[in-house]
Structure formats: structure tokens, C-alpha cells
DNA sequence: AGCCCTATGCGACAATTGTCGCAATAGGTA
DNA sequence: TACCTATTGCGACAATTGTCGCATAGGGCT
């Protein structure tokens, strides 16, 4: 089967990913209340990265309610898994990709998400 | 102290970066010959790419029997342990950086390598 | 001294990212 | 229905990165 190469985030829109990840469906303006001052940014940057990002593929827009709302369609496993591996690979210059373990502690993954983690760092393994 | 933050080095620059710790006063051409393979660049681009290191300081460049030499101007165990850092804080939001052991198997470091990034990634912590 | 090859300094241009503002429109409310 | 405010679609511009080519200056060899 074919692997599609994930798009590299940037650092602000891995941050509206895990937003999205974490409650899906959200305007822009919601996202902006919650991303914009971390990074300082103004309504109008905060719409133009989203549109940007769905350009890429990394999120859906669908208009719900009168307003459009963002979901992200790169899931969360994958998008780490693939993180982890070129970070591992291509800065650390590790033979094998950590294990999940490691990550134990991460605010950004259950128990299950571990598991899964753990299992595409074995198998989509290089 | 100030804790001056390292530039944070594109993939290419990070691949030079690596060469330059392990032969340190190579030439624009040797330079070529190792790195432009892999990301299928000419020798003017990787030329313009040193050049451009140079400004942001992440090399230094030193006229030496006749050609210009360049040498890495940050530590490889500062930008690592910045670069793991972030990655740990930012991307996996671990709430302690990694320990070095983890890194054991990397075919960039030293025993004692190991340890002083270790110790980095303890003191610099946060 | 003259020539040739290589290195250097510079300039150029496209794509991506960072960063907004504006004019028009759609929804909700009085 | 008329108005007010929030949303949207666009367009714009600067900085960074990717990607070279060219014209000139330097060194070494004959």
C-alpha cells in the first residue's frame, strides 16, 4: 500500500492541530481565543494558517451552524508516529525509533493512544 | 548568564552541522561532496546555504591556504540538547525532558558526549 | 607572463511562512 | 425589514528557505 507522507507541521499549526485533536469542529474564532496568544497573533493570521492548513490537507473545513468549523483529518498517532521516526532518524540518528514508553507521561496521549503509538513506531518501523 | 537561544537549524543546515562536528575546516567543495548527494543540490546552492549559516552564526568562516574554510560555531551537545528540548516540551510535551540513556545507541555521540548532554539536559531544564 | 580551472561574490527568482487589513456578505435582533 | 456585528473571501507584503547562474578574481602550471 502506498504511505502517504504526512506534511511536516509548522510549530503554529501543530498547535492548532492538538486543539483539534482535542475538541474537533471549532471556528475560527475559537481556535483563535485559544492558539492566538501563545503565538501573538491576530484573528486575520490565526484564518489565513487555517486555510493554509487545509490547502495542505491537514484539516477540513464544513460549515455548521452558519459558521465554518475546522476539524483536523491527519490523525494524531500518525502524525506523531511520523514526528517521532524523523526526529529519531534524522537528528538523533538512532537505529530503531524509541519506544512509546518513553512517552508515558505525555498530556497528550491515553493509555490506548500509547499502545497505538507504540505499535505504528514497530511496524511502520526503518 | 544569558542563555542565548540557538538558531534553530533547517534539515540541510542540521546535515552540514553533523559534518562539520566530525571534520571541522572543510571547504565549500568537500562540503559538497558529502551533503549535496542527499538533498540533490548543486554546489552553488550549497554555497549560498554556508553562506547564509554564516550570517544566522551558525558557522564561521576562515581563509585557509587559499579557499575559505568553514567550521561549525555552535556545540553539537548545546544544539542537540536545545533541539530535544523543544522537541520533548513542544512537540510531545513530556514534562521532563528525556534522559541521555535513551540516546545511547546514537551513532552521533561519544560516551562522554553522552554524559555531558545528559548533564545538559538536566541543569538547562525546564 | 599567459592560460586555465576553480573559488568567490553577488544577484535572482520561486515557494513557503508569518502577518495583517479590507470590502462585501450573512445572521441575529430590535 | 433595517441595522449592527461577526464571518468570509481575498489580496498584500515582508522574511526565510530552496535553488541556481554569472562574471570576476586568484592560484598554479607551462
Keep these: 500500500?502506498?504511505?502517504?507522507?504526512?506534511?511536516?507541521?509548522?510549530?503554529?499549526?501543530?498547535?492548532?492541530?492538538?486543539?483539534?485533536?482535542?475538541?474537533?469542529?471549532?471556528?475560527?474564532?475559537?481556535?483563535?481565543?485559544?492558539?492566538?496568544?501563545?503565538?501573538?497573533?491576530?484573528?486575520?493570521?490565526?484564518?489565513?494558517?487555517?486555510?493554509?492548513m487545509c490547502e495542505k490537507g491537514l484539516l477540513e473545513k464544513r460549515p455548521a451552524n452558519g459558521v465554518n468549523v475546522y476539524a483536523a483529518s491527519v490523525g494524531k498517532i500518525a502524525l506523531l508516529g511520523d514526528l517521532i521516526r524523523d526526529f529519531s532518524d534524522r537528528v538523533l540518528e538512532l537505529d530503531a525509533a524509541p519506544s512509546a514508553v518513553m512517552f508515558a507521561d505525555s498530556r497528550l496521549l491515553t493509555e490506548e493512544e500509547l499502545e497505538e503509538l507504540e505499535h505504528v513506531l514497530r511496524t511502520e518501523g526503518r
Design 1 to 52: 500500500m502506498v504511505e502517504k507522507s504526512l506534511p511536516q507541521p509548522t510549530k503554529p499549526e501543530l498547535a492548532v492541530l492538538k486543539l483539534l485533536w482535542r475538541q474537533k469542529d471549532l471556528s475560527a474564532r475559537q481556535i483563535t481565543d485559544e492558539v492566538a496568544p501563545q503565538f501573538d497573533w491576530s484573528y486575520s493570521t490565526v484564518r489565513t494558517v487555517l486555510e493554509r
